[in-house]
């Protein structure tokens, strides 16, 4: 058997594109925190979260796509369904755990388009493996895909999980979502603080109507607080930065990429 961990992300600001190919437009980071996953082979695929048997389907989407079958503990350190991507931590985990035991032929390379491409037909994901895969904070607003290095700390609470599938089959949601997230990621600029961009995603996440009452009661009390906060894009979660204390827990961005342990 073999473990690989992949870590959490959390997309800030996101604008999905027609082709998912490339993975969405968007402003998204690495998190400390995130899914270790243990694959060992078997007769019929067996997926569990935390120690429950569960159904996972961009994991059970991409074992099938690299043709195995597997038994997979996934052990999660961030919330699942909660904006910190754990679905694309636990099938890309999954992916090079599988590559791994079952000495595939694979590049990483491979490895990533296939864990890519099981986001997309779940409909959990339209980029979180690409941030995954390389760690930092991550961006495209429209020029391809750059990373930098950050170390930020950040506070979060999250009050419950938002099924990423219904927001992306929303077209309404996704519309407002294109239209706030083209505008906020105009004023990006990768060496602007944390505070700055959080400020400019909170304006976005208000736009696609997607914070519900306690993100918003949330994000107030950080902003009484002289921080900046915002919601993690999709979940009932929000981040904060400038503030110690004031939300329930703390991570940090990470650089680490995912890697077989
Ligand atoms: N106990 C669970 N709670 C929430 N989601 C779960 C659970 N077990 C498995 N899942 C699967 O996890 C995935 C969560 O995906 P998503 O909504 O994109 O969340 P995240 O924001 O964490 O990536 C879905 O495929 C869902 O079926
Ligand atoms: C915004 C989102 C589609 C969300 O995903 P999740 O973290 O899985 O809720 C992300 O994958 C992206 O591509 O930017």
Redesign the pocket.
């Known amino acids: 058997m073999t473990t690989a961990y992949a870590p959490g992300?959390?997309?800030t600001v996101?604008v999905p594109q027609s082709d998912p190919e490339e993975?969405?437009l968007?402003v998204?980071f690495a998190v400390e925190d995130g899914v270790h996953a243990t694959v060992k082979p078997t007769d019929e695929t067996v997926i569990r979260l935390d120690g429950t048997v569960t159904s996972f389907e961009p994991v059970a989407g991409v074992l099938d796509s690299i043709g195995v079958t597997a038994d997979v503990s996934l052990e999660a350190d961030i919330p699942v369904g909660c904006?910190?991507?754990?679905?694309?931590a636990a099938t890309l985990a999954t992916a090079l755990a599988a590559a791994d035991v079952f000495d595939l032929e694979l590049s990483r390379e491979d490895v990533l388009t296939a864990a890519h491409r099981a986001?997309v037909a779940a409909g959990?994901?339209?980029?979180?493996v690409f941030v995954q895969e390389q760690g930092g904070l991550v961006w495209n607003t429209g020029d391809g895909r750059d990373r930098t290095e950050r170390d930020d700390r950040i506070e979060y609470t999250s009050t419950g999980g938002i099924a990423?599938q219904d927001v992306?089959r929303d077209e309404g949601a996704i519309t407002k979502v294109a239209d706030a997230g083209t505008e906020a990621l105009s004023t990006f600029h990768p060496g602007d603080s944390l505070q700055a961009w959080f400020n400019a995603s909170w304006a976005f996440a208000k736009r696609t109507e997607l914070p519900t009452q306690s993100v918003e009661q949330t994000v107030e009390r950080v902003l009484d607080n002289d921080g900046a906060a915002t919601m993690?894009?999709?979940?009932e979660t929000v981040l904060a930065t400038g503030v110690e204390g004031v939300l329930d827990e703390s991570t940090r961005i990470t650089n680490d990429g995912a890697h077989v342990r």
């Open positions: 992300s959390v997309t996101f993975g969405s968007g998204s904006g910190f991507g754990a679905s694309g986001e959990t994901g339209l980029g979180d990423t992306l993690a894009m999709v979940g």
